[in-house]
């Protein structure tokens, strides 16, 4: 079945700092890639939608200068948090959907937990 | 934004037990997925729904796209202490790519 790999699985900095979080659809190609944040004991909140080659689309309330995306390929896209504060620290899950079939569902991959200090 | 009802929250039920949830939205969806996730991991898909009134098995997974296209529900049969975990169930709207999630079923199965 699909896969879909990010890395690293966890990291932590400190204040101030930027990380980079990757997503890599291994068996299939994605020109959709969508990130979630998910905080402890509550549900996925979508992020933005990361669109290969153009501009990702981000959902009310998330900075896009805060959380840069890029997805210049179709298998790799890519979210910086920049300039991380302790308010930043929580599990961040990307996922992707294979092109074909167009029913194919979401799979995600296995999050990315941040810690700030 | 648009919300998906999921119930029970939680759930503690003896090994061997029969599991059911399920998720209604006031609004249709055209597809219903319905994901598990272990502690620090991302879901897993488990069942995929495209059509209205559609019944599909995964093991000892069953799970339901209501025929007004507002609900699915999703059945455990037997449990065992591996199917502890959360489960999300996530619909897709119209021509959205966009997944709505619900807020969980927290399932721990006592042995």
């Known amino acids: 079945g699909a896969v879909v790999s990010q890395h690293p699985s966890w990291v932590i900095c400190k204040s101030g700092t930027s990380v980079k979080i990757e997503c890599r659809s291994l068996?299939?190609?994605?020109?959709?890639m969508f990130w979630y944040r998910q905080f402890p004991k509550q549900s996925l909140m979508l992020m933005a939608t990361?669109?290969?080659?153009?501009?990702?689309?981000?959902e009310q309330g998330v900075e896009k200068d805060k959380f840069l995306i890029n997805h210049a390929s179709l298998t790799l896209s890519t979210l910086t948090v920049t300039s991380a504060h302790p308010e930043d620290s929580s599990f961040y899950i990307c996922?992707?959907?294979?092109?074909?079939?167009?029913?194919?569902?979401?799979?995600f991959g296995n999050g990315t937990r941040l810690t700030v200090t | 934004g648009q919300q998906l009802n999921q119930s029970p929250q939680s759930m503690f039920i003896q090994e061997g037990e029969d599991v059911s949830m399920n998720c209604t939205s006031s609004?249709?969806?055209?597809?219903w997925l319905w994901y598990k996730q272990d502690p620090g991991e991302g879901p897993v898909l488990l069942i995929a729904?495209?059509?209205?009134?559609e019944l599909t098995s995964n093991g000892r997974l069953t799970a339901q796209f209501g025929i007004t296209r507002k609900d699915s529900f999703l059945n455990i049969s037997a449990s065992i202490p591996s199917d502890v975990g959360i489960y999300f169930c996530a619909g897709r709207q119209g021509g959205s790519e966009k997944l709505v999630f619900g807020k969980g079923t927290k399932l721990t199965v006592n042995p």
């Open positions: 996922s992707a959907r294979d092109l074909v079939p167009q029913t194919s569902p979401l799979h």
């Open positions: 068996d299939f190609q994605a020109t959709t």
């Open positions: 729904l495209y059509k209205a009134g």
């Open positions: 990361s669109n290969e080659g153009s501009k990702a689309t981000y």
């Open positions: 609004s249709i969806f055209n597809t």
